[in-house]
C-alpha cells in the first residue's frame, strides 16, 4: 500500500508541468505579443551549411531559407555540390512540399523535419502564458498541438522548448546573435538521437 | 509600336548570339572533344559554383578546386565559404566535412555509380551517348554549347538538361545543370591545367 502511494506521488510529481518542474513564475505583466525575428527578412537570403546526425550517421548540406512574402516561407535542403534533397513551403496555417528525392520521401522523416522548420521560421508567437525565471522571460505557445517555450533574454530569444508529457523533447538553441540574425542554430532531439547543427554563410 | 520593333531587333540579337550547328560542325566538335577526352591524364582547375533557385535575391556562390586523374580519379574541393572535399576513389565516396570523416560505398548504389561517371564524364566533355542523351549543338561567339537532355525517365526526374560549354580547344569551360523546376547549378572552370602530374597523396582522404 505504501509503495502504491509512493509510486502514484513520483508519478504526479513526473507529470507535472514544464513550468512547474522548472520553477518558473507565472508573470502576466510582461508583453503579449513576442516575435521570432531570425527568418523574418524578405530581403534576405538566408544560407546556412547544415550538419545532421541522425543515429551515427553524419550528412551535409546547405539549408537555404527565404521568407517570400508575409504568408509563405521556403525551405531547401542541398548537398554541397548543389543537388536538391528536398524544398518544402510553408504557410500560415499550410505545408506543402515541392520536391523531394525518393530516397527521402518518408512520411515519419517529413514530419520530423516539417515541425522543427516550422518553429524556426514561425514570426509571431501567440502566447498561451507568460514566465519569468532568472533573467528570463519565457513565453508558452503551441504549434502543431505540442507546447513550445520560447526563451527571451534582455529582448533577445536565446532558445526554444518543445515539451512532450511535460518533459523536455527538443531544444532549438540560437546563438552567435547579431541584430536579428542568428549565426549558428541547433536543434536537438532528446526521444531520438538526432542533431542538426547550422552554421551561417550568408554572402 | 516603335518599342515593339526595337524589342523584336533585340531578341534576334539575343537569339543570334546562340546558333544551332550544322551536322557537320557538330561531328567536328565530337571529334574534336572524344580525342582531347583521349589525351587528357589529369586535369586539375579553379571552380566557381552558381547555385541558382529562383526565389533567392542571388546565387549561392562557392569556390573550390578540382583534380581529375585518369581513369576514375576525381577531388571536388570547396574551400569557400566552407571546407568541403569529395573523392571518387574506387567505387566509394569519400567525404571530408570540415574534418568530419564518412564514406559511403557505391559499389551498392546505382545511383551513385551513375553520378560518379556522369562527373568524369561531364568534367571531360565526353557525354555524346545517343541512347543516354537527346543531344543538341550550338554556337555562342567562338564557343561551343552542347545540351545533353536525359531519356531515362529516372534521371530526367532531377535534372532536365546538362548544359556544356567548350572553348575552341574542346575543353569544357562551363557545366550547367538544370533541374525540372527551373533552379540550375552552374560550375565555371578556371585556370585548368591539363596533364599536368599529379601526385597520389592528392587523392588520398
Not at chain 1, 502564458?129 to 533577445?156: G, L
Amino acid at each position: 500500500m505504501r509503495f502504491l502511494l509512493i509510486s502514484i506521488c513520483l508519478l504526479l510529481v513526473s507529470c507535472a508541468s514544464y513550468p512547474k518542474k522548472q520553477h518558473f513564475q507565472l508573470d502576466n505583466s510582461v508583453s503579449k505579443s513576442i516575435e521570432n525575428p531570425y527568418f523574418s527578412d524578405e530581403t534576405k537570403d538566408y544560407i546556412y551549411k547544415a550538419s545532421i546526425d541522425v543515429y551515427d550517421k553524419h550528412f551535409g548540406g546547405l539549408l537555404i531559407i527565404k521568407k517570400i512574402n508575409e504568408q509563405e516561407h521556403r525551405v531547401v535542403f542541398t548537398t554541397e555540390m548543389g543537388n536538391k534533397l528536398f524544398d518544402f513551403s510553408f504557410f500560415e496555417d499550410d505545408f506543402k512540399v515541392n520536391f523531394i528525392l525518393d530516397e527521402l520521401n518518408k512520411k515519419i522523416l517529413i514530419n520530423i523535419l516539417k515541425k522543427d522548420f516550422k518553429v524556426l521560421i514561425t514570426e509571431k508567437i501567440n502566447v498561451t502564458n507568460r514566465f519569468s525565471e532568472a533573467d528570463n522571460h519565457i513565453f508558452e505557445t503551441i504549434i502543431y498541438n505540442k507546447k513550445h517555450y520560447y526563451y527571451f533574454n534582455e529582448n533577445q530569444l536565446s532558445h526554444v522548448i518543445r515539451t512532450k508529457n511535460g518533459k523536455e523533447n527538443v531544444q532549438f538553441l540560437f546563438t552567435e546573435i547579431s541584430t536579428n540574425f542568428a549565426n549558428q542554430i541547433s536543434i536537438k532531439h532528446n526521444n531520438i538521437k538526432l542533431q542538426i547543427t547550422l552554421k551561417s554563410i550568408t554572402q | 509600336m516603335r518599342s515593339i520593333v526595337f524589342l523584336l531587333f533585340f531578341m534576334c540579337v539575343a537569339v543570334q548570339a546562340q546558333t544551332k550547328m550544322s551536322i557537320s560542325e557538330a561531328e567536328t566538335l565530337k571529334t574534336l572533344v572524344k580525342s582531347q577526352a583521349l589525351t587528357t591524364k589529369t586535369i586539375s582547375s579553379n571552380f566557381i559554383q552558381y547555385k541558382h533557385l529562383d526565389f533567392l535575391s542571388n546565387d549561392i556562390i562557392t569556390k573550390g578546386t578540382l583534380a581529375f586523374k585518369t581513369p576514375d580519379l576525381v577531388k571536388w574541393e570547396y574551400t569557400d565559404p566552407y571546407k568541403y572535399t569529395v573523392l571518387f576513389k574506387n567505387e566509394t565516396l569519400y567525404i571530408n566535412d570540415e574534418g568530419k570523416k564518412n564514406q559511403v560505398n557505391m559499389g551498392s548504389n546505382k545511383l551513385f555509380k551513375q553520378l560518379n561517371s556522369l562527373i568524369i564524364n561531364s568534367i571531360k566533355g565526353d557525354m555524346f551517348d545517343d541512347e543516354t542523351f537527346k543531344i543538341e549543338f550550338f554556337k555562342i561567339d567562338n564557343n561551343s554549347l552542347v545540351h545533353f537532355i536525359p531519356k531515362d525517365k529516372k534521371s530526367s526526374k532531377y535534372i532536365s538538361a546538362f548544359h556544356i560549354t567548350f572553348n575552341t580547344k574542346g575543353d569544357v569551360i562551363e557545366v550547367k545543370m538544370i533541374e525540372p523546376s527551373g533552379d540550375f547549378t552552374k560550375i565555371v572552370f578556371n585556370n585548368k591545367v591539363l596533364n599536368k602530374p599529379l601526385a597520389d597523396a592528392i587523392f588520398t582522404h
